[in-house]
Structure formats: C-alpha cells, structure tokens
C-alpha cells in the first residue's frame, strides 16, 4: 500500500514557475515508477510526466517538454514537478500516482493516486 500526498500548488500568473511536491508513504518507494496527472474543469485526467524508480529515466508529452521537469529523492520518498513557464492551459488539479511499472501513460495503468493540487495560472 502507497499513500500519496501532493503540495505545493497555488496562483501563479503566466510567465511564472511552480514545484509541486508528492511525498509516499512506505519502504518501496524506490520500486514505483511515479508519474504527475493533471484534470482540468470538464476535461479528462491527462498525462503530464513519468520518472522510473531510479530516477534514471523520465518521459513527457510534447504539451509540456521543455518546461516541466519531473524528479524524485528515494531517501525523502518524494517525487517533484517542477513547472516554468506556465500557461493559462496548465490551470488543473495536478495528481501524483505510482506504478509498479515505468513508462505508462494512461490513467487505468496506475495503481496509488495521491488528492490532488490546484494550480492556477492567472493571464
């Protein structure tokens, strides 16, 4: 069992930059990949980034390459999102979740999910 729980999110204006942090309950975190989702209002939870357990490799959809960096500390058991260069787009509940499996993208495919954290981005 995995408890995630995220923080760091809040009102950024466009331009500005966001770490989001999910901290893991357990001894095996090192054994999950962990990956970021974000939702926003009426749309589908979408895929944001993916880190494998060592944090050795990571993936991102084009939406967000080049301005998201996905990290993790295994002592601290925490995975980070950091965000530059915000958009009003990037307005969403972000999520952390955790799989025993790297590389996966779709919503189903994951196991643990923490509550979210809103971020907004104000224009």
């Known amino acids: 069992q995995v408890q995630l729980v995220e923080s760091g999110g809040g009102l950024v204006q466009a331009g500005g930059s966001l770490r989001l942090s999910c901290a893991a309950s357990?001894?095996?975190?090192?054994?999950?990949?962990m990956a970021w989702f974000r939702q926003a209002p009426g749309k589908e939870r979408e895929f944001v980034a993916t880190?494998?357990?060592?944090?050795?490799?990571?993936y991102y959809p084009d939406s967000v390459k080049g301005r998201f960096t996905i990290s993790r500390d295994n002592a601290q058991n925490t995975v980070y999102l950091q965000m530059n260069s915000l958009t009003p787009e990037d307005t969403a509940v972000y999520y952390c979740?955790?799989?025993?499996?790297?590389?996966?993208?779709?919503?189903?495919?994951?196991?643990?999910w923490g509550q979210g954290t809103q971020v907004t981005v104000s224009s």
């Open positions: 979740a955790a799989s025993k499996v790297y590389g996966r993208t779709n919503v189903v495919q994951y196991d643990y």
């Open positions: 357990g001894r095996t975190f090192r054994s999950y990949a």
């Open positions: 880190i494998s357990g060592s944090g050795g490799v990571t």
